[in-house]
């Protein structure tokens, strides 16, 4: 019963921005720690930002400054705007939800940055 549905990905040129977004339902949202994670081809999964359920947030150095998360408790749902997009975003961007001894995985969504 636990889901968490990401959209919002796509082709876009470098230098322009997407927001995705991601839906949790069949667990305590409001209490969970959100983040969103990216694997590109032959590469390892890596952290781009992380949001506790008190706002506080973290993003991997390569983001910061071009990539913001947020969340909105009221809708379940954790976004990320992506700004000044580089080739080398390209990657599957999975949505993450973790409390102590639960952790959750989105599908992910094709996110493509290419002229």
């Known amino acids: 019963q636990v889901q968490l549905v990401e959209s919002g990905g796509g082709l876009v040129q470098p230098g322009g921005s997407l927001r995705l977004s991601c839906a949790g339902s069949?667990?305590?949202?409001?209490?969970?720690?959100m983040g969103w994670y990216r694997q590109a081809p032959g590469k390892q999964r890596e952290l781009v930002a992380t949001i506790t359920n008190g706002g506080t947030t973290n993003y991997a150095d390569s983001m910061k400054g071009r990539f913001t998360i947020s969340r909105d408790n009221a809708k379940n749902t954790v976004y990320l705007q992506m700004n000044n997009l580089k080739p080398e975003d390209t990657a599957v961007y999975y949505c993450k939800a973790n409390r102590v001894t639960r952790e959750y995985w989105g599908q992910g969504t094709q996110v493509t940055v290419s002229s």
């Open positions: 069949g667990f305590a949202f409001n209490i969970y720690t």
